[in-house]
């Protein structure tokens, strides 16, 4: 816990304003209102702390970048990806955003939006795995179950 915070505060004192900037908070507001029903529907899972007693926030913001969700205590993010994301140019976007967050210490969860209707006991797995750091070889990118 105290490394988790010294990470934290680090990182706001390295680059203030890094976590939920106030110059992205319309936009953020703005993204919460019109989610998606796949984002409406994980929020569902993840809202009120009711995963593990963590709590997530919605069309979070770090340094440039909105995440669909963010456990800032556990350093994870989120995201849901619908068929746009497929496309080579969004594929390389997301790499490259991935890649810093992960460099600030995040682990980034990448899921498709058809999971969370199809498989949603196994988008909550996958997440308390990354809670309680049962992540030996896991890849991220998750897809399906079973691949």
Same mark, same amino acid.
């Given at each position: 816990?105290?490394?988790?915070? &010294?990470? &934290? ?35 569902? %899972? ?15 913001? %770090? ?13 994870? %993010? ?43 006991? &196994? ?25």
């Amino acid at each position: 816990m105290v490394d988790l915070f &010294f990470s &934290f505060t680090y990182i706001s004192m390295k680059n203030k304003n890094l976590l939920n900037r106030k110059g992205l908070k319309s936009f953020r507001s703005s993204l919460r209102n019109r989610s998606t029903s796949a984002e409406a529907a994980l929020w569902n %899972i993840l809202k009120s702390k009711n995963l593990e007693g963590r709590k997530f926030r919605r069309q979070y913001s %770090i340094d440039n970048y909105i995440v669909d969700f963010c456990c800032p205590s556990e350093k994870i %993010i989120i995201e849901l990806d619908g068929d746009s994301h497929g496309e080579y140019h969004k594929i390389q976007k997301d790499e490259i955003r991935d890649n810093f967050l992960e460099s600030l210490g995040f682990t980034v969860l990448r899921f498709e939006n058809r999971l969370v209707f199809q498989e949603p006991e &196994f988008i909550k797995d996958e997440i308390r795995k990354v809670i309680h750091k049962e992540r030996k070889g896991f890849d991220a990118r998750i897809n399906h179950p079973g691949q």
